[in-house]
């Protein structure tokens, strides 16, 4: 049987070390496969995303960038991304940044921002301010004692707690929350005191996408970024996801766009037989 060989590599995205971060499994294309081929490629991977790319033709970027989770092709994927610019980025050295074009993101740019075996880079990303809005369900699956809850129509869902011990210690109704659809739910609270010594502390959940914790979301941060930024009364922040992996994550804003800055360790590198 002759089988079709199709580059993959695995990147822990926002760390620093192996088994940490959120991995990701990274596919260069020649061209695209139907949909569900990818679809069934990203449940076989069986991550939180698998980002396929091909080169872009348009002009406007180097590659076209598409992100599956294990259940469905999503709208924005910020730590696949980051995985995506720092497999590229480390197959051409003399390269200082990769553009990528998307079908529901726009245009989103990956950049080098320090050397070393956990490599650093920068990633804008579009600012997704989220607005007030009283979701009593979404609280009460949620769990803990919300003090605000508010919401951007891109599918995203910011609940706010107190401090970062009543975010660590939540344990959601996760089919509750799945019988929402497609939604990312994103639990939030001041860093204070907190043992990552981050400013701010966050969980996110996507049990409608697969996913039913996410190790470390850069799109929850296109959210929380434009919210803390104003709460907090600057533009730049330290946050931390605090999952079982957990991962660090630089915040800036910058009129709608956000700056995320992170590390990412290569994990495994081989073909995929299709």
């Known amino acids: 049987m002759s089988w079709r060989r199709l580059p993959i590599t695995q990147v822990d995205a926002f760390a620093d070390r192996p088994f940490t971060g959120n991995p990701a499994a990274v596919m260069p294309l020649e061209e695209w496969l139907d949909d569900a081929t990818l679809q069934a490629i990203a449940a ?3 991550l939180a995303e698998t980002a396929f790319l091909i080169p872009d033709e348009s002009g406007e970027a180097d590659y076209e960038l598409r992100w599956f989770t294990p259940g469905v092709e999503v709208a924005l994927c910020g730590h696949a991304t980051l ?4 497999v590229l980025l480390s197959a051409a050295p003399w390269r200082s940044d990769m553009r990528f074009r998307t079908r529901k993101a726009g245009i989103l740019r990956v950049a080098r921002a320090g050397e070393g075996e956990a490599t650093g880079y920068r990633m804008a990303l579009p600012a997704y301010p989220p607005a007030p809005k009283a979701m009593p ?7 803990g004692e919300p003090v605000e809850t508010l919401w951007h129509a891109g599918g995203y869902a910011l609940i706010v707690y ?6 660590r210690a939540l344990e959601p109704d996760l089919r509750a929350l799945k019988a929402g659809g497609d939604m990312l739910y994103i639990a939030t609270a001041p860093g204070a005191g907190d043992p990552s010594g981050a400013d701010v502390v966050s969980r996110a959940f996507a049990p409608g996408a697969g996913i039913d914790e996410d190790p470390v979301t850069g799109s929850a941060h296109s959210v929380l970024t434009p919210y803390w930024a104003a709460r907090l009364g600057r533009d730049a922040f330290a946050a931390y996801q605090a999952s079982a992996r957990g991962g660090h994550v630089g915040c800036r804003l910058d009129g709608d766009r956000v700056e995320l800055s992170g590390t990412c360790v290569t994990t495994l590198v081989g073909e995929f037989l299709l």
């Open 44 to 46: 076989e991977n069986n």
């Open 83 to 86: 995985a995506s610019g720092h």
């Open 137 to 143: 369900d979404i609280a009460a699956a949620m769990g």
């Open 162 to 167: 107190a401090d970062a011990a009543s975010v």
